[in-house]
């Protein structure tokens, strides 16, 4: 909590300012395809914000946006008082350096014919490090990561799930960056793999004081690890604000919804939710039969 | 429906994930160069020994060629192989053999040739096109739709009467007719990696498009277009000879085309002349083609396992005891312990198994009981590898070809449908259940409905089949489970294909499918997993409320505790293939036994501190990477 106080006197690492996403239609002069609408989001340093949302709502997107891998078709990714939005190639190569990312599948963002060793020196060798730094670099990673080292000379295909999000991760440290986007890090590791990546983050966080941009679409993780979470519902931000008051008592109906879903591992508890979300249900439905009525 | 095949293909993957762990964490493992695997397959290295050779002698045909390739010597024409000419002659008194060595360098020059012209053309382009898309890959296709519309034997012999008859012009205008081969499959090999994740993380690396094309892009587009070269070669020596043969090359070079059609000119006088140059032809294009396979067969590295996987299996086979099949073939079935026939499904002491490369049969269920009985719901938890799925596809029949039933034996309402000493699951037995009284919703909603069939025809066809109603009567049952299984507009669902519905709209259809022949026994298979968490608090309200109204027997394969509570009346745990616990689920749940279970209930997030460490100590793990962190070893 206290860092986010912090991050708050200051200026932050990055803010997000009326940000649009377009993607242009296949079809001929038809309308392009909005994937973003009006998002604004600040992340401090040291702080992790969570993006929570289902699938299509344009969480992904996002996280896309500010690494550059989508279009931004209006407003500004302010990252250290700069604007990126429209960053080029040589201005990416040095932002690199403070932003970097950690995919959903492990099992395709790394190279299949690299080994770990060269998928850990890439982004060292972007930077002009020397080969022998850079070896040294992989090994510290690998430790920091909990891999062995003898990891460097092996392929991808000969770890598991868990093993190459960890590898991911060390790929994303590489650099020390200030902030990493992780996009959905954790949903396709089983549960006590996912319980171990998780603990790694936060330890990442609490020794390089990284600020994370967390994008999943699990109530439970985005509440374990984040410090502010936002809501996205079709491609909008619906509400935002500290991790506690967002998941244990949200305003908006979607994430009424999207807590009261999420079922618990214990049978009466589970039933209990299950009865209020059907009166919440219940209660949606007929305010927006009134507010249809009104209108 | 599709099911059996994509069940096939959802148990395989599940195989390889619990494969995974043992080879990852073996230590030694060996990669074998590709070259060396080349070398040891017979047809690799056959086919290197005869190109080899082919370009040795082409290359020495200065030095050990008996004459010059022109060289005529008129009293001896035709004649038959001697000390001197060892092939004999032609009707020109020329030496076979000498000018056979000569027409070997032309012949492989003008081949690679016409390789290299179509590769400098194609590769670029195609990785251009394929990386970049967007008006270079339109203009791109354009021009190659162009050349691959023009008729090639046409161009080149109006290239012939415009440039003379030159083998080199000829082998460049082939090369350039051939390229779009190559334009097209490093164009289709690019796309296919251009959006992969690692090519993402490189471009947030700042990697620039050039290095990320060289280093992540060309690795993936090399190996085709070695095979493809191998197989363009041999294409333009039977093109550039046909050119030779039709007599439109330069008669002042000794080609093994030209040879050909003199020999077709003597062919009654001495049949020989012909058989030189059409061997060393053959001998060459096969070679090529040979090569072309080793080397896919070489740079494939799962191809070697699976053949070695069959013959392992078919000796395996040949050396199962009598006993087995003779109880296979038997046509009575053993009637079912007494005492136990009032279960749904009974699974006792099952065992399901892989047989490996090396004899040996990798187990990836091990002795697992249960029973379920009729309005019960049964979960089966655990994590992937754990061979939940396996356990299910067994009851199921629907297990991959290769897998063994090693032990114990599944009955469903009193019969078995795997006896006791069984080591397949009898198809027979289970095709009678499957559908009507057993059947099954899978986890990816959208890949298990056909796309070329609408979702009304996918829910009528299997009733027409298993119930024997007629097509309206169908129809209208069908429009009635899209409105039980909650979907507003059954009329435009029926209507509509696969691709125009949502996921959890797709998995109320195949519900609707599961339940449509009102079966016993429903198994599901991470049936909510794909989907979004909102919807599939309504796909588990469904599930539970039409298992109550039908009181069916559900098998749950999940390995989510949250649904386990919400559904399950017991569980069983599953690890590594072995039973670990099986309970009710407030046991299992609230006082788990076994450390295992206790493991994966303290993983969940629900319920716990945020910002704090679930499994690492915080203490240990403040020193950087330290022992508490690392992956244990399965």
Known sequence: MSASLDSSQKSPLLSVENLVVEYPSKRFRAKPFRALTDINITIGQGETLGLVGESGSGKTTLGRAVLGLAPVTAGKVIFEGNDISNASRKERRTLSRDLQVVFQDPYTSLNPALEIGDILAEPLGVQGMAPAAAKKRVKELLDQVGLPTDAIHRLPREFSGGQRQRVAIARALALSPKLIVCDEPVSALDLSTQARVLDLFLQIQKDTGVSYLFVSHDLDVVRHISHRVAVMYHGEIVEQGPAEVVTRDPEHPYTQRLLLASPVPDPDRQEQRRADRHRLLANQHSQTEQQGAVA | ?634
């Open chain 2, 1 to 634: 429906m599709s099911d059996s095949v994509d069940s096939a293909a959802v148990s395989a993957d599940s195989m390889g994930l619990a494969a995974k762990p043992e080879s990852g964490q073996s230590g030694t493992v060996v990669r074998s160069t590709v070259m060396r695997r080349l070398l040891k397959n017979p047809m690799g290295i056959a086919s290197l020994v005869i190109l080899v050779t082919i370009a040795a002698l082409a290359i020495l045909a200065p030095l050990i060629a008996p004459f010059e390739e022109n060289f005529a010597n008129i009293s001896k024409t035709l004649a038959a192989p001697d000390s001197v000419n060892i092939m004999g002659t032609d009707s020109a008194g020329r030496d076979t053999w000498s000018r056979l060595l000569f027409g070997a360098q032309l012949t492989l020059l003008s081949a690679l040739l016409c390789a290299g012209v179509a590769i400098a053309i194609g590769l670029p382009a195609g990785l251009i096109a394929g990386y970049y898309a967007g008006k270079f890959e339109a203009v791109s296709n354009w021009v190659v739709s162009i050349l691959m519309s023009l008729p090639g034997l046409i161009v080149l012999l109006t290239i012939r009467a415009a440039f003379g008859p030159s083998v080199w012009i000829s082998m460049i205008a082939f090369g350039v007719l051939i390229s779009p081969s190559y334009f097209r499959l490093t164009r289709t090999a690019v796309q296919s990696v251009r959006n992969e994740l690692y090519v993402d993380a490189a471009r947030v690396s700042g990697l620039s498009d050039l290095s990320i094309i060289a280093r992540h892009i060309f690795s993936v587009v090399r190996a085709p277009i070695i095979i493809q070269t191998a197989a363009i070669a041999g294409v333009a020596i039977a093109i550039q000879s046909g050119l030779e043969f039709l007599g439109l090359g330069d008669p002042t070079k000794a080609t093994w085309g030209v040879m050909l059609s003199e020999g077709f000119k003597n062919v009654y006088l001495t049949p020989t002349l012909l058989l030189w140059p059409a061997l060393a032809m053959a001998l060459t294009i096969g070679g090529l083609v040979l090569l072309g396979n080793a080397i896919r067969d070489a740079l494939e590295d799962g191809e070697k396992i699976k053949h070695r996987k069959k013959r392992a299996l078919a000796t395996a086979e040949s050396t199962t005891p009598a006993p087995a099949k003779a109880r296979q073939s038997r046509k009575s079935v053993a009637a079912v312990d007494a005492g136990t026939e009032h279960h749904l499904v009974k699974v006792t002491n099952l065992g399901v198994g892989y047989p490996q490369a090396d004899g040996s049969i990798k187990k990836v269920v091990d002795d697992v009981s249960f029973h379920v009985d009729r309005g019960e719901i049964l979960g089966i938890v655990g994590e992937s590898g754990s061979g939940k799925s396996q356990t299910a596809f067994s009851i199921l029949g629907l297990l991959p070809d290769n897998a063994r039933i090693v032990g114990g034996s599944i009955q469903f309402d009193g019969n078995y449908t795997v006896a006791p000493g069984d080591d397949r699951v009898s198809q027979e037995r289970l095709s009678k259940l499957r559908g009507k009284r057993i059947s099954y919703i899978p986890q990816e909603p959208m890949s298990n409905l056909d796309p070329a069939f609408t979702i009304g025809y996918q829910l009528v066809t299997p009733m027409v089949r298993v119930l024997g109603v007629s097509k309206a009567e169908a129809r209208q049952r069908a429009l009635k489970l899209l409105t039980d299984v909650g979907i507003a507009n059954p009329e435009r669902t029926f209507n509509a294909y696969p691709h125009e519905v949502s996921g959890g709209m797709a998995q109320r259809v195949l519900i609707a499918g599961a339940i449509s022949c009102e079966p016993d026994l429903v198994i599901a298979d991470e049936p909510t997993t794909a989907l979004d968490v909102t919807v599939q608090a309504d796909v588990l309200d469904l599930l539970r409320e039409l298992q109550q109204r039908l009181n069916i027997g559900v098998i749950l394969v999940t390995h989510n505790f949250g649904v386990v509570a919400d559904l399950c009346d017991r569980v069983a745990v599953m690890q590594n293939g072995r039973l670990v616990e099986e309970g009710t689920v407030r046991e299992i749940l609230r006082n788990p036994k076994e450390p295992y279970t206790q493991t994966l209930l303290r993983s969940m997030l629900e319920g716990k501190t945020p910002m704090t460490m679930l499994v690492s100590k915080a203490g240990s793990a403040a020193q950087s990477g330290s022992a508490a962190q690392k992956e244990p070893v399965a």
